[in-house]
């Protein structure tokens, strides 16, 4: 894609495409796909829903072991594994009874996540550790205490969660820098590897020391092989290749694999269970041992409340991710959803799964793209798991004792490696380097001390890499001199008057919402279109330093500030244009009578608004720029205005804003441009009525009229108006193929132009300076019935500015002497003309 503001460096040089403007993101290809789902026979969309069900099964039940080995890391609680584990798949089955019943996505998985068990972790260590200091305490004391103090933490993890959601607090959770939340997500992996060791081991694997005395025999080395390996194995086909249906047959493969070498060795399972390789044969935990696990007289109560600085972290973590993930989806399905609303549904999952003694989950981002993939938008598929994971509860056998330890384990290193190698390792991919370092510090700081005071230090650390970032913003910038000249956007965007331009960062107001249309020269039917339409053009200035303080108010700035169609109407045509009379610039706009709402589904503030087509974020006044400020407050504008077929586009966006929007995958290349004015030209090329008329249209009403005519026109006479009646007679027209160059940088201002056919492209220096043969970078397309070279004319100064065609045109042209001759010859219409001069630069 390229545009019409460009720069020199691109290699193409077409137009801005319609096909940008007029995207719809990834809403065709979710159209496509609901479609397809909605027109399959009723029997195959059964039996692709049962199959992508099982599928889900057998992706989700062995994590959750290696949860249970994470949440239930104490030595105290080894000999009671087989019902606690099941206790963690029982969970996850309320919490995905859940999500089938309440969530808007009925493809929607939702099971125990590793975000908030670190928390559970931590608490159950906790607890362990000051009740084992008690003699009299027993074991059965010790897990009644624990289980109880989780099942609390989640109810009131729900609650939070239920009320924030209800009174649309969920962006609240964006104030966290995303650097902290990568340092406890990198913490996370790296609790996933202690637990996927002590899993292949059957040892007690919670710190770096244990691991590093576990790993001390060479026999548990040998244990950890095919887990480690296992899970490299499923990063490798996670990250290289696309069908999601490849990491299900891997993760089925390794259980196989080892039964074959089982049977090719003439080696029994009983072999293996004495060799380590499984858990040994024991009674499984039934549903009467897992109740029994709640004696609320064993209860130590005082425990409950020493939890509550952990459970704090676990809110804000917990609400933070899962509005992340509600992000990520609507991403992928190219629609959006309301993000309070599905974080109540996560909410209701929790208190139902706390009540039940269960532990905390939210979406799985990972199984709920991958089923909504897979064109099945059904809730068979959530049946499915909830089945499976019941069925694990309620047989009296443990699976532990029948599959190889590794094939658990694996699934928990792939998790590991995962998000390690996400946020320790290509975290440069989406943020600056000084976050990168204040991850990997976060990361060392919850390592080192307790996992609350580790964020706490992260969050101070990333306050404190704002406050460097924003003391070396420049404050004063030096603006080149020329004299005398007052500036004019279509000649030049160098300022022209000597002075200092303090630039002092402002984070206080960061959003600021500029109705008025653009101070660029355009042609008269842009003009009119402006007038007429400049409602339908966002175009939001942000100040100051956008950081993770003001992510919030950024989010809910825009969104109050673009209006969208409450409801599309049958028949409606997604593109109302205006329509154009052939003998005038002038168009039609129709307006649509629909109600209108902001972006964010609140009532629109006036009922004249008119719906949002096209919004400029503009960056003129921003000093810098955070990563957590470009994912969480730009990436969700993006998508919400890509679903509702609204382009954003980006200006005066520094090398450094620039570079995090792409980063973060808000912007391409070709979204951004020099000036708001460059990016309103062409919304005005793509609004105008000649952009949706063919070629041969076009030239026929603007190649064979007279100078005087189109000058009427421009200035709203008549076209038998005798205003500007003998003009032809001071221009010469011209017929110029592409790449014709008018004038270039520094060169004597000696006439000046009226494009009548074909498109001009103006350029300026790429350093700011007027001085000759000097890179060019382009700064805006001039288009049929526009003046352009007057102003530096008029003023007798040298050119600031080249003007080279990007077509062949048709241009009259006006010499000095010309000028001159008319002044003497036809005093009247050399007023007359300066008034039509004067209205080309003040529009």
């Not at 244009?577 to 629109?604: I, K």
Request: with cysteine.
């Amino acid at each position: 894609m390229s545009s019409t503001a460009h720069d020199r460096r691109r290699k193409s040089s077409i137009p801005f495409s319609r096909e940008f403007l007029l995207s719809k993101g990834p809403m065709a290809s979710a159209a496509k796909s609901h479609k397809a789902s909605s027109n399959a026979h009723p029997l195959t969309k059964f039996s692709t829903s049962l199959m992508f069900g099982i599928v889900n099964s057998i992706r989700a039940i062995p994590t959750m072991y290696g949860y249970a080995a994470i949440v239930f890391g104490h030595s105290a609680f080894d000999h009671h594994m087989p019902a606690l584990s099941k206790l963690v798949i029982f969970s996850s089955a309320i919490h995905q009874l859940m999500f089938t019943l309440m969530s808007s996505l009925p493809f929607a998985i939702g099971q125990v996540q590793n975000v908030g068990i670190i928390f559970l972790s931590v608490m159950a260590t906790s607890i362990c550790n000051a009740l084992e200091e008690d003699d009299s305490v027993t074991v059965e004391a010790m897990i009644a205490t624990t289980i109880v103090t989780i099942g609390v933490a989640t109810v009131s993890l729900g609650i939070c969660l239920v009320v924030m959601g209800r009174f649309k607090l969920a962006a609240l959770a964006s104030y966290l820098p995303m650097p902290v939340i990568g340092g406890y997500l990198a913490y996370t992996g790296i609790f996933c590897l202690f637990a996927g060791f002590a899993l292949s081991t059957g040892t007690v694997i919670n710190d770096l020391s244990s691991m590093v005395n576990a790993l001390g025999d060479g026999h548990n080395i040998l244990l950890c092989l095919p887990g480690f390996w296992g899970g490299v194995v499923l990063l490798a086909i996670s990250r290289n290749i696309k069908n999601p249906v490849a990491l299900s047959i891997a993760i089925v493969v390794m259980p196989t694999v080892f039964f074959l070498v089982l049977a090719a060795g003439s080696i029994s399972l009983e072999d293996a269970r004495k060799d380590g390789w499984v858990d040994p044969l024991e009674k499984s935990a039934s549903i009467t041992d897992i109740v029994a696990l709640y004696d609320s007289t064993l209860v130590h109560w005082d425990q409950i409340p020493r939890q509550i600085v952990t459970w704090l972290g676990m809110v804000f973590i917990v609400a933070f991710s899962s509005s992340l993930d509600v992000v990520a989806i609507e991403i992928d399905i190219g629609k959006k959803l309301n993000i309070n609303h599905e974080l109540k549904t996560v909410g209701w999952s929790n208190i139902v799964s706390g009540l039940f003694g269960g532990y905390t989950g939210s979406y799985n981002l990972e199984q709920t793209i991958f089923t909504c993939r897979s064109q099945t938008n059904s809730r068979i598929v959530g049946v499915c798991v909830i089945l499976a994971e019941i069925a694990i509860v309620v047989v009296p056998a443990s699976i532990m004792s029948y599959v190889p330890r590794f094939f658990m384990a694996s699934t928990l290193v792939f998790v590991a490696l995962d998000l390690m190698l996400e946020w320790l390792v290509l975290s440069y991919r989406k943020m600056y380097l000084r976050e990168c370092a204040v991850v990997w510090l976060s990361f060392v700081a919850i390592n080192f001390f307790a996992l609350e005071l580790g964020i706490v230090i992260g969050v101070g650390i990333a306050a404190l890499n704002f406050m460097v970032s924003y003391v070396q913003v420049p404050v004063m910038k030096r603006r080149p001199y020329s004299p005398g000249v007052a500036p004019n956007f279509a000649e030049s965007v160098v300022s022209l008057r000597p002075r200092f331009s303090a630039a002092v960062p402002n984070f206080g107001e960061s959003v600021g919402v500029q109705p008025r249309p653009s101070l660029t020269a355009r042609n008269l039917a842009q003009s009119t279109v402006f007038s007429m339409k400049h409602g339908s053009v966002a175009h939001i200035e942000f100040t100051g330093y956008l950081f993770f303080g003001s992510a919030v108010q950024i989010l809910d700035g825009v969104q109050k500030s673009v209006f969208v169609h409450k409801q599309k109407q049958p028949g409606d045509s997604d593109d109302e244009r205006g329509t154009q009379r052939e003998s005038s610039f002038l168009p039609v706009r129709r307006s649509g009578g629909y109600a209108l709402e902001c972006l964010d589904g609140t009532p629109a503030p006036d009922e004249s608004v008119q719906p949002t087509e096209f919004v400029i974020m503009d960056f003129a006044r921003v000093s810098g720029m955070d990563a957590t400020a470009a994912r969480s407050a730009f990436l969700i504008l993006q998508n919400y205005c890509r679903i509702r077929g609204i382009n954003v586009v980006f200006a005066n966006a520094t090398s450094d804003v620039r570079g995090l929007l792409i980063k973060n995958n808000v912007a391409g290349e070709s979204s951004f441009f020099a000036t708001a004015d460059s990016a309103l030209e062409v919304w005005a090329k793509q609004s105008s009525p000649e952009e949706n008329e063919p070629a041969q249209t076009q030239r026929r009403g603007y190649s064979n009229e007279p100078i005087s005519l189109l000058l009427h026109r421009y200035l709203g006479e008549p076209d038998n108006s005798q205003l500007l009646r003998g003009a032809d007679h001071f221009f010469r027209r011209m017929e110029v193929p592409a790449g014709h160059e008018f004038y270039h940088v520094a060169q004597a201002s000696d006439s000046f132009y009226f494009l009548a056919r074909g498109s001009v492209t103006l350029l300026v220096n790429e350093d700011g300076s007027i001085a000759p043969n000097q890179p060019l970078s382009q700064l805006q397309t001039v288009l049929p019935g526009s003046m352009f070279g007057e102003v530096l004319f008029l003023s007798q100064q040298s050119r600031q500015s080249a003007a080279v065609t990007a077509e062949s045109c048709t241009v009259f042209e006006m010499s000095r002497e010309q000028f001159d001759a008319m002044k003497v010859e036809a005093p009247a219409l050399s007023v007359n003309f300066l008034d039509v001069v004067v209205q080309s630069i003040l529009k």
